[in-house]
T-cell receptor
């Protein structure tokens, strides 16, 4: 079956630091890959997506590249802000459109 | 665009009563809607998938008679928790998918507390 493994948290950073959250997956076929973000007390928001190998998703300074050869979709941001403090979920969907989520990584950015 | 709402955002009910949660796609037609539970500091657990006009498909271990799902239109799905017990207390989140797109858009969630 499908599964997603992402870096355990929590992660604490200083403002303007570089952020990487690792995500690897196991799936049959050709899944679509996503990063969702959940701010405190809110629902999940789609941060970025990639639907085929070598695609790069980007949004709000975050980037992730769909790497089929390493089955990875690592999230990166070059300079984080306090407002980036949230829980980040890596996810994939296959033909049935069901999402399989990673465990989530809590990121705290300190001023 | 791609806004999903849920109502109520927070509800308290007594054991044995039923609670209905609504999920609406506000600016698109949702071919498919999904219902999740999220426990504190944990990831989302898919409960069921519903397609407009057909019966919901439940994940293994989810009681379909306890969690009634209706997807009567392309913009509305409801989850009814029947005969609620304290262990049903949780954060319930819905999502919706537009035709032809793989991503899901999530509602803000409903906090259910059963006393």
């Amino acid at each position: 079956g499908n599964s997603v493994t992402q870096m355990e948290g929590p992660v604490t950073l200083s403002e303007e630091a570089f952020l990487t959250i690792n995500c690897t997956y196991t799936a049959t076929g050709y899944p679509s890959l996503f990063w969702y973000v959940q701010y405190p007390g809110e629902g999940l928001q789609l941060l970025l997506k990639a639907t085929k190998a070598d695609d790069k998703g980007s949004n709000k300074g975050f980037e992730a590249t769909y790497r089929k050869e390493t089955t990875s979709f690592h999230l990166e941001k070059g300079s984080v802000q306090v407002s980036d403090s949230a829980v980040y979920f890596c996810a994939l969907s296959s033909n049935d459109y069901k999402l399989s989520f990673g465990a989530g990584t809590t990121v705290t950015v300190r001023a | 665009g791609a806004v999903v709402s849920q109502h109520p955002s927070w509800v308290i009910c007594k054991s044995g009563t039923s609670v209905k949660i609504e999920c609406r796609s506000l600016d698109f037609q949702a071919t498919t809607m999904f219902w999740y539970r999220q426990f504190p500091k944990q990831s989302l657990m898919l409960m069921a998938t519903s397609n407009e006009g057909s019966k919901a498909t439940y994940e293994q271990g989810v009681e379909k008679d306890k969690f009634l799902i209706n997807h009567a239109s392309l913009t509305l799905s409801t989850l009814t928790v029947t005969s609620a017990h304290p262990e049903d207390s949780s954060f319930y989140i819905c999502s919706a998918r537009d035709t032809g797109l793989p991503e899901q858009y999530f509602g803000p969630g409903t906090r259910l507390t059963v006393t």
